[in-house]
């Protein structure tokens, strides 16, 4: 086997042509979008007043495995994928660990992060359906700014409330949104109705992705010509995101290299259930195994502490119920600098491979993360985004645990994105401003008595 290189690029002709979507082969398929009024799955053509139609295809499809990717949407990836696998030798040496780490970094595009690979597959579908153009929500701003270079790409209007606090830490995102001319509001804002009411029960708040999601998809039904779009949680999403992965597949057979141990920070599950999406489908189809680990905040531990139940995705209660790993719809997480990882609930996909035990969970503390970011900064170069230093963190402490056992274990994880934006975060980190801000049972506890009663 020839040596194995720092990068492992792929050409473009090697580069998937399908997505793939790993509720074919999953046994116990994930469960239904509700009707929140009526307790029954959502239809097709309900979910078309709010969604665009060939995406909602994709929502509810459980059994086809490949979707071709159509030629206009890899064109557009071929602008910054095939993305690098990167073995971390320098990472490997300073650790000095028998553990082979490697990577797949999303972070080489504008946006700085692997939200793109859904944005221009969503806003693809709404300029084919001839929408005027889209909203959403932004948390940490990647997945607005994402879906404002698609949309500006293929000349869409797109509206992105944005949540309050992240609008108010990352001015500069806001400004990259409006180069490829979206319009940005904090939300929760007075511009909807829902928003109205948030801030009347919540004076004060610096609002949550859950308020984000209320306040967007009352602006897409009552736009005409719009539709509501979301970068993750979804079916649909995870399905685009699984680009990531199978190109981390392919790169590696390339070598003859099969992980032992899969690891990925987990929001609302999108790069997680994209990363091991190939992997995952032998698992469920019994050709191979894996370790598969979700790594979450502590400051918003869906996984290890919420509960496995139907929840509204978001705050206003206006979105369908989505059966998941949930801290409930009305819990607003502290202000951390993770913002991407800062949702209520999780991927039904995942949260069904979860609760079937094909995979594991574990949270870590702000401190920790930004202690592994900042050692993967000086070791590999490239300054990561807050969010993929969770999985940073994790994949250290497993190769070190691989040093005091003496395993050569090979860990992959997924490096989502870079963190220029979050230089206010390191900075409060290296002044030793930073805390560690954990729920307490009762925080969790007064959300999840909020739940809706179609749980029974
Ligand atoms: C949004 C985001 C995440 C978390 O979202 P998932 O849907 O869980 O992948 C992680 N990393 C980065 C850089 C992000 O922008």
Known sequence: MSEIPYKIYLSEDEMPTSWYNLRADMKNKPAPLLNPG???PMTAQELEGVFCAELVRQELDNDTPLFHIPQEIRDFYKMYRPSPLVRAYCLEKKLDTPAKIYYKFEGNNTSGSHKLNSAIAQAYYAKKQGLKGVTTETGAGQWGTALSMACSYLGLDCKVFMVKCSYEQKPFRREVMRVYGSSVTPSPSETTQVGKKILAEFPGTTGSLGCAISEAVEAAVSNEGYRYVLGSVLNQVLLHQSVIGLESK???DKYGVKPDIIIGCAGGGSNLGGLIAPFMGQKLRGEADYRIIAVEPESCPS???GKYAYDFCDTGM????AKMYTLGS???PSADHAGGLRFHGMSSILSQLYADGYMEARSVPQTGVFEAAELFARAEGTLPAPESSHAIRAAI???????ETGEEKTILFGLTGTG???LVAYEKFHNGEM???VPTDEDIAKSLARLPEVNG
């Open 38 to 40: 009526t307790g029954q």
């Open 250 to 252: 392919i790169a590696m």
């Open 303 to 305: 996984f290890t502490r």
């Open 318 to 321: 206006v979105c369908p119920l």
């Open 330 to 332: 009305s819990f607003i």
């Open 397 to 403: 402490d497993e190769a070190l645990k691989c040093k």
């Open 420 to 422: 220029y934006f979050d």
């Open 435 to 437: 805390t560690n801000n």
